[in-house]
């Protein structure tokens, strides 16, 4: 969770080093979102400002996890999130150029988790992502679907592409991953989660990962390669506690495990299982030092 009060700075950290790899944050959407959230300090957001948290707080994310690496392609990708998009995601449309801006925001944030999680990342492939583990090449597909109905379509999609990065990997282990933001149809006006407590907050999002990774556990099967390791459904709101003053922007990840073997038989024993749980704590472990450093 990365309370409101400390987004404002830390977009400013985010700003000086997009200004040193001659990213154009001045005249960028985000240097509104500079404005609005310096303005809202000591009070209380509206709603166009919880859009600007969770914008600012996904660069901030970026900036923490990969502000170490150089690239051209890393910052091809970064031009891309942070000169051009509409000013609000409710702005976007299906099937247009307005959305790739926050579909590249997502591949940046998942490789800034991988980033902070200590794995090696690799910028020369068409994947989303890539990072290296050993002589593993793990291929990450990242999708964020507009409507609830586009789900289908855009797993196969994730799953064609990594059969492609499997038959194309030259001299290493593949394997691969599917990243899949439910947020866009989840809340498409980013509307606040009032709670009281982080019980509540907890039940909340458990019952939202619970009902789509059931509802989806065919589709995630089908036509399933067994060297995907794992669908990952990903889910990032604003929330206001009742008790409280202030914003909180939570992320939540939360795994479908694919397994072609028995799951009694291999729950705590398939070295596969326990390579996946490796790292997702991983992930974990520095998502928590990197917010807390």
Not at 101 to 130: C, K, M
Not at 221 to 231: G, K, L, Q
Request: glycine share 6%; hydrophobic share 35%; charged share 25%.
């Amino acid at each position: 969770m990365i309370h409101r009060r400390s987004i404002s700075k830390d977009l400013q950290e985010a700003a000086a080093w997009l200004k040193a790899i001659n990213i154009d944050f001045e005249n960028s959407r985000f240097a509104q979102y500079a404005n609005h959230l310096k303005r809202a300090e000591g009070g209380q957001l509206d709603q166009s400002g919880h859009d600007s948290a969770i914008e600012a707080s996904d660069l901030y994310m970026i900036y923490r996890g990969l502000s170490r690496l150089d690239h051209p392609n890393l910052h091809q990708k970064l031009k891309i999130f942070v000169e051009s998009g509409p000013l609000h995601s409710s702005q976007e449309r299906p099937g247009g150029a307005t959305g790739l801006a926050r579909n590249t925001a997502l591949e940046l944030l998942i490789a800034s988790q991988f980033a902070l999680a200590g794995y090696d990342l690799d910028f020369n492939t068409t994947s989303d992502v890539a990072f290296r583990d050993g002589r593993t090449m793990f291929h990450v597909e990242c999708k964020r679907p507009f409507t609830y109905n586009g789900v289908k379509k855009n797993i196969e999609r994730a799953y064609s592409q990594l059969r492609h990065r499997y038959r194309d990997s030259i001299g290493s282990t593949a394997r691969g991953l599917v990243v899949l933001s439910i947020a866009k149809f989840s809340n498409p006006m980013n509307q606040t989660l009032s709670i009281s407590d982080d019980r509540e907050l907890v039940a909340f999002m458990s019952g939202r990962f619970e009902e789509f990774l059931r509802a989806h556990q065919r589709l995630f099967y089908r036509n399933h390669d067994e060297r995907t390791m794992a669908v990952l459904a990903y889910l990032q709101i604003a929330v206001a506690y009742q008790d409280r003053k202030g914003t909180g922007i939570h992320r939540q990840f939360a795994g479908m495990y694919l397994s072609t073997v028995n799951p009694t038989d291999i729950k705590y024993m398939n070295p596969d299982r326990l390579y996946f749980h490796e790292i997702v704590e991983r992930i974990n472990r520095s998502n928590k030092n990197a917010l807390r450093n």
